[in-house]
């Protein structure tokens, strides 16, 4: 009797700490397959982002975007100012059921700028790894052995 007592507070208490750690409302979702696209978009159209990480193939590149502010507003417009000078893009997110570098079903989040040159590395169908209210990171695998991208957006 006595064992079954201590077992019973023993699951007790695990059931209570497993119950317990899943009460953050900024917890980061995973995306995976069918998902839809639309939270992602309203997330990222409310406020302005800065780039928090920026690794390209192992090299830490973060500094080229250090004092921007991206903004992800309506008719697939992204824009990047630093108060001085402002670089215009293009955005959207999108179900991934075609044919590209990763067919896996899930959510690309692509960018694309022309200008300047270390803004045109964020053009590109990045996967969402994860998200929340106030941050989003992204990866890209080249294809054919061009190395791996990161990238994390953080909200201001």
Same mark, same amino acid.
């Given at each position: 009797?006595?064992?079954?007592?201590?077992?019973?507070?023993?699951?007790?208490?695990?059931?209570?700490?497993?119950?317990?750690?899943?009460?953050?409302?900024?917890?980061?979702?995973?995306?995976?397959?069918?998902?839809?696209?639309?939270?992602?978009?309203?997330?990222?159209?409310?406020?302005?982002?800065?780039?928090?990480?920026?690794?390209?193939?192992?090299?830490?590149?973060?500094?080229?975007?250090?004092?921007?502010? $991206?903004? $992800?507003?309506?008719?697939?417009?992204?824009?990047?100012?630093?108060?001085?000078?402002?670089?215009?893009?293009?955005?959207?997110?999108?179900?991934?059921?075609?044919?590209?570098?990763?067919?896996?079903?899930?959510?690309? $989040?692509?960018?694309?700028?022309?200008?300047?040159?270390?803004?045109?590395?964020?053009?590109?169908?990045?996967?969402?790894?994860?998200?929340?209210?106030?941050?989003?990171?992204?990866?890209?695998?080249?294809?054919?052995?061009?190395?791996?991208?990161?990238?994390?957006?953080?909200?201001?």
């Amino acid at each position: 009797m006595k064992k079954i007592k201590i077992i019973s507070a023993f699951v007790f208490l695990l059931l209570l700490s497993v119950v317990s750690s899943c009460t953050d409302e900024d917890d980061d979702v995973v995306v995976n397959a069918s998902v839809d696209p639309t939270p992602v978009i309203n997330t990222v159209n409310n406020g302005t982002w800065r780039i928090t990480l920026f690794n390209d193939s192992g090299v830490n590149e973060t500094s080229n975007f250090t004092g921007y502010n $991206f903004s $992800f507003g309506a008719g697939s417009v992204l824009s990047a100012t630093n108060g001085v000078d402002t670089y215009l893009g293009t955005w959207s997110v999108t179900s991934d059921n075609s044919n590209d570098d990763s067919p896996s079903n899930d959510l690309d $989040f692509n960018i694309a700028f022309s200008t300047p040159a270390n803004f045109a590395e964020l053009t590109e169908d990045w996967n969402i790894v994860s998200y929340n209210s106030t941050k989003i990171q992204l990866i890209h695998v080249s294809g054919g052995g061009g190395g791996t991208d990161y990238v994390t957006f953080e909200k201001n």
